[in-house]
């Protein structure tokens, strides 16, 4: 009875998936169509055809706990090829919100994060943090003088600063934390389910994976193999491009200001404000073209509010960030100073809510490639 | 030769198909006494039965089943058929309907000695649909040697061509009419059985297994004809690419069946079918391998599961437990590779072999062309039946997905639903 | 009637090109008959011809042309005799003169040389000519007194209440007897039922009790509940049936045959007739004879049998390892099924709410059946059982563990609605083991789909054993036959009530009597009433046939019987156990004691008979035996060289259709044999063997079907008992010093039209290796 693995199915799992879009689930009848329809799915132990069934008896520990589930780029191939109509596809989206929601502590943002009736005073949490600082430290000017607008008048980038650089290592903070119960739980859900050869998890050769699919993500190269929507790959690298070159700029601007103090707004012959306009239009028109994709796939696909928050917030970024500029160029100085407010929130947002919700993916499916490229997966 | 006697109630019953559904309700219900009409849009009875060459279990030729049915037929006067016949209108109601038949010229009378001059005589050559396409044959025909009524056609196709007269000139017994047309006949009868059977599911729609894009992937329906002893290669098993003898066999069950994307049930005969055709290959090749790739290997019966248990002796017939949902063909071999995930051990297998065998479901006839008369069909096309009604009934294959066993079982309790009808009134 | 016989040869279809015709008119002339030819007598002016021939008195026609399987309405003159000789098929195409030339002018000069082909033509028209000489146009039998068209249906459930219903609708006085004292049976004791028509989705309300209120609703049905059949004697259109209460012991309680031990004397010989019948009354101790027929006894004309099915009871330890019989935990789905019926599921052993239940499938030893006799209704069932547990309990778990799914056809409709529940789960596996665990259960499953050996936690496990047919262990019609009162040989057909599967549905060995619902196979309740209603159709028309005097399929429309010329019965009874039908009853001397309408018509009487007293008025001993004289065996007194004879003696349901294919096909075989086909070779008579090789043929083979488990005979034994026959005459031929190899039989099936040729041509050449008969000439 020692190797035996007692199954204790989990009601109120299978009915959480269920709400979380995973609601055909049930339907499945294992003859493991979808895991040859995967185009990613690797030969030994693929996928979702075991997570199907593992979902359906309401097995959370063996789901939440597997690397697989991020394996999975939700191209929909399966879903399409489905005999039954039970979407593994919309199966493997659900168990991932459930992981990062389970993953994210505190259990009670997290779920903030994932309730859509929240959603107001999420944003108003920034808002009133500003507000209070600013007061507070009088960093807040409702008068910013001069003749031309700079933002940092109104913002005093100290206020900003002050409270974007705790916001960010909370973030830090609170991956960290689901990072080390996230390795060692797809560790020895792959160790237990034979997914893998290697006893311990050494840190030295796994940084190496992470190294090594790093480039495989930027290529969007597993995105590319799907058949069913292959426009994603491009919506998705554009959103991710966006964000990664307007971190870039962030950090450019954040080292020189405090580095050489040089101050903002810089000259639009800068080539670093040409990186900042071309991220922030890429960011736009990805996430743009992901709401358009997500009303395509309707009904096959189920888009939750996972999906649609996440989408909206980084359309909402780089809607507010461009418009911001616009609006200074135009020199429409109420109308500017109101967006970036705005904008503001929104970057708060997204620091602080990043671990709880869908953009964690981010952390989280590169280190389940990474570890099963560590682990020696053919994937 | 029975002589007519008085039977319960009056009327006459119409038999729509002249499967062996149709044959079975019009024999069971004349032999009670009753006067039979059975309509039959091929130019022989028989129907799908006619093209199968082994029935499982018991692996005996159909032939021998459809010979003492038509045996029945010869010695019963009360029955009277019509072939290359089809049912235009039906009007009436429980008791008294009035039926138009079309009736298409066979371009061949009663004179016809079976000597096959006709046959020799035209040139032109066209596909054999009984071999579903994979022979051709003459413009002058005999559908096949067991043919009943055993009567050459003259196809259509030819006709107004130099064939045509070439046919009629040959002929000694005068039995080419090259002035047949198409009649239509006014039929009143008290209860109408709709026998209309089924069709094979076409695989061409299944996209995912290859069907129609590579010559080494056929149906069951087309091994059944290779199979037997009439069929476009002599009962050789062959694979269609070089007519090669196979050294492996896949055979790909639910092929369109229990799939919401073509048929969502389950078609009753296909796990039977490929269990069966997999001895097909075994007899003529001891070393041939076989795989059968299943979600559910569904033997319903004492019979069928004892059969299943035999087969599963043969060391060279593998069962994998998963479903192709992935075909594809080696440019220079031409082999086919199949791929699926066992799920009992959670590993995708690649396994090539030299022809692949799609365990096509059946369809209603009626779900292709609805049938021109008042009945409730299910969402496939299945005709459900209303006993409180009555009048009409769907019966065989036409009703629900069934083995031959029990569309007989089926078809004789129509017998007596249409009889019940008569007798009301 | 006097016959006037005429002699017909068509010269169409090649015939004329290929046999000299005048030479073959010359065999009926020179007897002194008639013979006309013509080039088409299918033709308008070929039956003009026949016609006018008939109106000038001729009442036996021969017409030598097309085999008799074509233009049979053609050809059909009512009042006459009419015997086809098939010179199309099975000479003249058969034997196409590139293979079989024909003789030359010169040749024809030559005493020594001879036409094979005109020779086999010739021949089968005096086969026919002796034939029709000994035959008689056939008068429909009707029985002595009036018959009963009431219909006795066996077994009150769902199947016998709608067979009654369906036959009653069709205007047929109906009795209905239930053994027990309320209708309904097994589908009046479940909680829920499996749907019967569309959508076929979830379980439904039992609908028993609606048929109960329609069938008590019909004015021409009757029925006995806490009623059996005693016995049931006599034959369609006349069954003497005595009821009785269960377990009740009367005189008219049906005997029984005697054991096989008990048959023979110490030296083991066979006793004699008297002594037999003494022992038997010996052993049947206060119960009436067969023969004896109960006075109060009710009469009815035919049977629907509907006795249902008996929850499988597993033996002693023989599923030990999934802790039947070891824990009170684990039931079979028929004993869940009653505590369903009576309430909420619990555990036996404490009364607890059951509120986790592993459902097994296969009794998961080595290979993966199964549970014998589930069929496909287990799954069905499992399924059901599965949403009684969800809907006693919200946080109710249901396990089921299959092997396959069996839910085809529409049911797969049943399987995706279940599934979709959220506490019932599936999975392919292998329970390997069930064992205690605190106060409930541990089920450990291997090869499952779950990727690793598992084991759950369960309150209650349950089997998924299947349904016994009634037949199995009990005859229930209880038939006063002398071949005793169940059916026989449906061991072969595990119990279930069968007599030719796949093609003859409802039929049973015994004529008058149909089976319906779970006694033929596993059935749904949907399947069942379906079932009935096809049963009740047999009944009718066998009833139809008994009135019309004809038989019943496979024969349907024959109106010959077996006519027995008794002074000469030696009392061997041979016919009365050969007989697959049971047709026949002996009397106390032995001597049969014939029941017409319990006939089929297939001879295998006469072909048992050694006496040869048993014959048809078409069909005969004699008119078979005739056709065998009636073969010119030539000897060395006609040609140095004189050509081969060999007779094939061919059942006309497969075999004979099967050479007529050959013949279309222009396949050749040997000219030097000469066919007759039989009804079945069950009817062969050894007889016609001796004379054939006593009058110098050299060899004589038999073409049948496939015998064995999945035989194919028509009459289920006919071959078989052909086989055992010539194995027999071995030993007769040796005392002629005649190798047994002159006598083969083989096994052909319809479709073996390409195989048959060399089957023929081999026999033949190792007669012709064996050489001569040394009888020719004598």
């Known amino acids: 009875m020692a190797d035996r693995y007692m199954i204790e199915p989990d009601l109120n799992f299978i009915k959480e998936l269920n709400g979380m879009g995973a609601d055909t689930l049930k339907k499945c009848y294992q003859c493991a169509t979808c895991s040859v329809a995967c185009p990613i799915s690797p030969d030994d132990r693929p996928f979702p055809r075991k997570e199907m069934i593992a979902a359906s008896w309401g097995l959370k520990d063996k789901l939440i706990k597997s690397g697989d589930i991020w394996l999975c780029h939700n191209c929909g191939d399966c879903t399409t090829m489905c005999p039954r109509g039970a979407k593994p596809g919309d199966t493997l989206a659900a168990l991932r919100t459930y992981a990062i929601m389970d993953y994210g502590k505190p259990r009670a943002l997290a779920e903030a994060v994932n309730d859509p009736k929240k959603l107001p005073i999420l944003l108003l949490i920034p808002a009133v943090i500003f507000v209070i600082v600013g007061l507070i430290t009088g960093l807040l000017d409702f008068t910013p003088g001069g003749s031309e607008i700079v933002h940092s008048h109104f913002f005093s980038s100290w206020l900003v600063d002050l409270i974007m650089v705790p916001a960010s290592i909370w973030t830090v903070v609170i991956f960290a934390i689901g990072i080390k119960g996230f390795m060692k739980d797809i560790h020895e859900n792959a160790v237990a389910e034979g997914k893998t050869q290697k006893e311990k998890l050494e840190i030295g050769p796994f940084l190496k994976s992470i190294v090594n699919v790093i480039p495989k993500i930027l290529k969007h190269s597993k995105f590319s193999e799907c058949g069913e929507n292959e426009e994603r790959a491009t919506s998705h690298m554009m959103v991710l491009f966006g964000f990664i070159g307007l971190f870039i700029v962030t950090s450019i601007f954040f080292v020189t200001m405090y580095g050489f103090g040089i101050h903002g707004p810089y000259s639009q012959l800068n080539p670093v404000k040409w990186l900042g306009n071309i991220a922030g239009v890429a960011l736009v028109i990805g996430s743009a073209l992901m709401i358009k994709n997500r009303f395509a796939k309707q009904p096959d696909q189920n888009t939750t509010y996972k999906d649609w928050s996440l989408i909206g917030l980084a359309l909402a970024l780089g809607l507010t960030g461009m418009l911001t500029e616009m609006s200074r160029l135009a020199g429409a100085a109420g109308l500017s100073y109101t967006i970036y407010f705005i904008h503001l929130m929104f970057v708060f947002a997204l620091f602080v809510y990043l671990p709880y919700s869908k953009l964690a993916h981010l952390v989280y499916r590169t280190l389940a490639m990474a570890y099963a490229d560590y682990s020696g997966r053919k994937f | ?425 | 009637m006097d016959k006037k016989y005429g002699v017909y040869i068509c010269t169409g279809c090649g015939i004329g090109e290929s046999l000299d015709i005048p030479k073959l008119c010359d065999v009926p002339e020179e007897e002194g008959l008639t013979c006309k030819t013509h080039g088409q007598f299918c033709g308008k002016e070929g039956l003009e011809m026949l016609k006018q021939e008939i109106d000038g008195g001729v009442n036996t026609l021969m017409i030598a042309a097309c085999s008799p399987r074509v233009n049979y309405d053609t050809f059909d003159f009512p009042g006459c005799i009419v015997d086809r000789v098939n010179i199309r098929e099975q000479v003249v195409w058969s034997h196409p003169r590139d293979k079989f030339p024909a003789l030359t002018e010169e040749e024809k000069e030559d005493e020594e040389k001879f036409d094979r082909v005109q020779m086999m033509a010739e021949d089968y028209l005096r086969m026919s000519m002796a034939k029709t000489e000994r035959i008689i146009l056939p008068e429909p039998y009707k029985l002595e007194e009036e018959m009963s068209k009431k219909i006795l249906v066996i077994g009150g459930g769902v199947t016998g209440i709608t067979a009654a219903m369906d036959a009653a609708k069709a205007g047929y006085e109906v009795t209905l007897v239930e053994k027990e004292e309320k209708l309904g049976g097994y589908a009046a004791k479940m909680r829920k039922q499996i749907p019967v028509d569309e959508p076929y989705e979830k379980p439904i309300e039992p609908i028993i009790g609606g048929l109960i209120d329609e069938l008590n609703g019909l004015s021409n049905v009757t029925v006995k509940t806490g009623a059996v059949v005693a016995r049931l004697a006599g034959q369609p259109g006349e069954f003497f049936v005595t009821f009785k209460k269960p377990g009740e012991k009367i005189e008219f309680d049906v005997p029984y045959p005697l054991p096989e031990e008990m048959t023979l004397d110490e030296s083991g010989n066979e006793l004699d007739a008297e002594t037999l019948h003494q022992k038997f009354m010996e052993y049947n101790e206060g119960r009436k004879d067969i023969l004896t027929i109960d006075p109060n006894a009710e009469k009815f004309g035919a049977v629907v049998l509907a006795a249902g099915w008996k929850p499988y009871k597993p033996k002693e330890g023989e599923f030990a390892h999934l802790g039947f019989g070891e824990s009170p935990d684990v039931i079979t789905n028929y004993q869940f099924e009653e505590m369903a019926a009576a309430g909420k599921i619990t555990r036996p052993s404490d009364g607890k709410a059951a509120k986790s239940v592993v459902f097994v499938q296969s009794p998961g030893k080595e290979d993966d059946a199964d549970f014998s006799y589930s069929g496909s209704t287990a799954s069905l069932v499992a399924l059901k059982h599965a949403t009684y547990l969800r809907e006693d309990y919200d946080d109710a778990k249901a396990y089921i563990f299959y092997q396959h799914m069996r839910t085809p056809g529409l049911s797969e409709n049943f399987y995706k609605s279940v599934q979709q529940d959220t506490g019932i789960f599936l999975s392919k596996g292998r329970v390997s083991a069930v064992s205690k665990n605190g106060d409930g259960l541990t089920v450990e499953a291997e090869d499952t789909l779950l990727g690793e050996k598992i084991g759950v936690k369960a309150d209650l496990v349950v089997l998924g054993t299947g349904m016994v047919p009634a037949t199995k262990d009990d005859p229930v019609v209880n038939m006063a036959y002398r071949q005793g009162p169940g059916f026989r040989d449906i061991d072969l057909f595990n119990g279930y009530v069968d007599s030719n599967f796949i093609c003859f549905p409802y039929e049973t060995q015994r004529t008058g009597i149909y089976a319906a619902g779970t006694i033929r196979r596993n059935m749904t309740m949907g399947e069942c009433m379906e079932d009935a209603a096809g049963a009740a159709l047999k009944t009718i028309q066998s009833l139809e046939s008994v009135n019309r005097g004809v038989s019943v399929h496979p024969r349907s429309g024959d109106m010959t019987f077996p006519d027995f010329f008794f002074q000469r019965c030696t009392q061997c009874k041979r016919c009365t156990q050969e007989c697959p039908f049971g047709a026949l009853d002996d009397d106390a001397k032995g001597t049969p004691k014939p029941n017409p309408t319990r006939c089929r018509r297939c001879g295998t009487c006469m072909g048992a008979c050694p006496e040869r007293i048993i014959g048809f008025a078409d069909y005969s001993i004699d008119s078979i035996g005739s056709m065998v004289k009636a073969v010119k065996v030539p000897s060395e007194d006609d040609y140095t060289e004189p050509p081969f004879r060999v007779l094939g003696i061919v059942c006309e349901n497969d075999a004979y259709p099967a050479l007529d294919i050959v013949g279309l096909n222009k396949g050749a075989f040997s000219a030097d044999v000469r066919l007759i086909p039989v009804r079945c070779l069950g009817s062969m008579n050894v007889i016609w063997i001796k004379d054939a090789l006593s009058q110098g043929m050299d060899g004589v083979f038999l073409l049948g079907c496939k015998h064995g488990d999945d035989y194919q005979c028509h009459f289920v034994k006919g071959s078989e008992l052909a086989d055992i026959r010539v194995k027999k005459i071995g030993d007769a031929l040796a005392s002629l010093a005649l190798e047994q190899e002159r006598v083969a039989q083989f096994e052909v099936a319809i479709d073996d039209y390409d195989k048959l040729p060399k089957i023929i041509n081999d026999f033949v050449e190792s007669i012709e290796a064996l050489g001569p008969n040394p009888f020719k000439g004598f």
């Not at chain 2, 098993?237 to 092929?255: G, H, I, T, W, Y």
């Open chain 2, 1 to 425: 030769m029975t002589e007519s006697t008085q039977a319960l109630g009056n009327g006459t019953i119409l038999v729509v198909g002249g499967g062996i559904g149709g044959l079975t309700t019009a024999l069971e219900a004349a032999e009670v006494g009753y006067e039979v009409f059975i309509v039959e849009k091929n130019p022989y009875l028989g129907g799908r039965v006619a093209q199968l060459n082994q029935y499982f279990p018991k692996l005996c030729p159909p032939t021998c089943g459809l010979e003492i049915n038509f045996k029945r037929i010869k010695n019963n006067p009360r029955i009277h058929f019509f072939t290359l016949a089809e049912v235009e209108k039906v009007s009436g109601s429980p008791g008294s309907y009035d039926v138009t038949v079309r009736l298409n010229p066979r371009y061949v009378n009663e004179n016809c000695t079976c000597c096959d001059e006709c046959a020799k005589a035209c040139k032109m050559e066209i596909t054999d649909e009984f071999n579903l396409g994979m022979s051709r044959q003459k413009g002058a025909y005999l559908p096949h040697e067991m043919s009943f009524p055993s009567r050459y056609v003259i196809s259509p196709q030819i006709i107004g061509t130099e064939d045509a007269q070439r046919c009629k000139d040959v002929c000694k017994y005068d039995a080419v009419d090259l002035d047949m047309e198409t009649k239509t006949m006014d039929l009143q009868v008290g209860a109408i059985v709709w026998s209309t059977g089924w069709v094979p599911y076409d695989a061409g729609r299944i996209d995912n297994l290859g069907f129609g894009r590579y010559p080494n992937i056929i149906t069951n329906m087309m091994m059944e004809r290779m199979a037997a002893p009439n069929g476009p290669t002599e009962g050789k098993v062959l694979r269609p690419s070089d007519d090669k003898a196979p050294e492996s066999v896949a055979f790909v069950q639910c092929a369109g069946s229990r799939d919401e994307n073509h048929l969502p049930y389950c078609s009753y005969i296909c796990c039977m079918a490929s269990l069966k055709q997999a001895t097909y290959v075994r007899e003529r090749y001891p070393d041939a391998k076989i795989y059968i790739f299943y979600i559910d290997l569904r033997a319903p019966g004492l019979k069928y599961e004892q059969f299943y248990q035999k087969i599963k002796e043969d060391k060279n017939v593998f069962f994998i437990k998963g479903k192709v949902a992935e075909v594809s063909e080696d440019p220079d071999s031409k082999g086919i590779t199949v791929t699926a995930e066992n799920a009992m051990t959670g590993e995708k297998i690649h396994q090539t072999v030299d022809m692949v065998v799609l365990a096509t479901g059946m369809q209603p006839s009626a779900a292709t062309a609805k049938l021109p008369a008042d009945l409730t069909y299910n969402a496939d096309g299945f005709i459900v039946n209303d006993f409180k009604k009555g009048g009409m009934f769907g019966a065989g294959c036409a009703n629900r997905p069934a083995d031959v066993m029990s569309s007989n079982q089926n078809a004789t309790g129509m017998a007596l639903k249409a009889i019940q009808t008569l007798v009301k009134r």
